[in-house]
C-alpha cells in the first residue's frame, strides 16, 4: 500500500522568507509524485509534477520540488513567498502501475503581509 | 487547462432523501474519474475510481450500495448518496485523469453535502 506523510501541519512565513514543505512518502515501486494547492475557496490545482527524468522539477507560481529517491521524500521549494501563496498543499503519491493517487494529510501554509 | 465541473456546489437535504451529484470534463474525455471525500483540516480520501462503461472500484470502508457511482460517458460521472445521514455531511470532490494524454488529474470545485 501506497502512503505520503506531510511533516508540518501549520506554516506561518512572512513574505520574502523561503519555503520548504516536506513530503515523504512509502511504496514499494516506481512512484509519480504531485504538489496540489488549494487557495481559500478554491478547488485543487496541480503546482508540480514529477513521473521520470530531472528530479528537480519546477512548477507554476516559482515552485520547485525535489525528488531524493533514497529519502523516498519530495519536498516543495520557493525562495520567496508571498502574501497570495496563503493556501493548503497537498503532496500525492501514485504508484506508475497504480491508478489512484493518495493524498498527504496537507500543509496550511500562511504568509503573513 | 482542462476543466472539470461538479454541481451542485452545494446542497442540503433530509435525512433519508438520496443526492445526486455530477461531475463533468469540459473540454477532455476522462476514461478514469476519481470520487473523493475531505473532512475539515484533512485529506482527501479516496471514495472510489470509476471507469467508463464498468463498475466503480470503492476503497475499503465504502459502502457501494449506499454511494452509488455511474460513468455512463467519457464526460460524465455521477455519485448518488442514498437515504443521507448527517454523517454523510461533508465535502466530495471529484477528478478526472486524461489517460492517456498527459496523465494528469483535474479536480472539480467540490460539492458540499449538509444532512439535516
Known amino acids: 500500500a501506497q502512503s505520503v506523510s506531510q511533516h508540518n501541519h501549520h506554516v506561518i512565513l512572512s513574505e520574502a522568507a523561503s519555503l520548504e514543505l516536506g513530503c515523504n512518502y512509502s511504496?514499494?515501486?516506481?512512484?509519480?509524485l504531485f504538489w496540489y494547492v488549494q487557495y481559500p475557496g478554491q478547488h485543487l490545482q496541480l503546482l508540480l509534477k514529477?513521473?521520470?527524468?530531472?528530479?528537480l522539477v519546477k512548477g507554476i507560481k516559482g515552485f520547485e520540488a525535489e525528488f531524493i529517491k533514497s529519502k523516498f521524500s519530495f519536498n516543495l521549494r520557493k525562495p520567496s513567498v508571498q502574501w497570495s501563496d496563503t493556501a493548503e498543499y497537498f503532496c500525492?503519491?501514485?504508484?506508475?502501475?497504480?491508478?489512484?493517487?493518495?493524498f498527504g494529510d496537507g500543509t496550511t501554509l500562511t504568509v503573513k503581509p | 487547462g482542462a476543466v472539470v465541473s461538479q454541481h451542485p456546489s452545494r446542497v442540503i437535504c433530509k435525512s433519508g432523501t438520496s443526492v445526486k451529484i455530477e461531475c463533468r470534463s469540459l473540454?477532455?474525455?476522462?476514461?478514469?474519474m476519481f470520487w473523493y471525500r475531505q473532512f475539515p483540516k484533512q485529506s482527501l480520501m479516496l471514495m472510489a475510481t470509476?471507469?467508463?462503461?464498468?463498475?466503480?472500484?470503492?476503497e475499503q470502508g465504502v459502502e457501494k450500495d449506499k454511494f452509488l457511482i455511474n460513468h455512463a460517458s467519457l464526460t460524465l460521472s455521477t455519485l448518488t448518496v442514498t437515504s443521507a445521514h448527517p454523517e454523510d455531511s461533508s465535502f466530495y470532490i471529484c477528478?478526472?485523469?486524461?489517460?492517456?494524454?498527459?496523465?494528469?488529474?483535474?479536480f472539480g470545485p467540490g460539492t458540499r453535502l449538509t444532512v439535516l
Open positions: 477528478s478526472a485523469r486524461d489517460v492517456p494524454v498527459g496523465d494528469t488529474q483535474y
Open positions: 511504496y514499494g515501486g516506481t512512484v509519480n
Open positions: 514529477y513521473f521520470s527524468g530531472d528530479p
Open positions: 500525492a503519491v501514485r504508484g506508475t502501475n497504480a491508478g489512484k493517487s493518495t
Open positions: 473540454d477532455f474525455q476522462a476514461t478514469t
Open positions: 470509476s471507469n467508463e462503461g464498468s463498475k466503480a472500484t470503492y
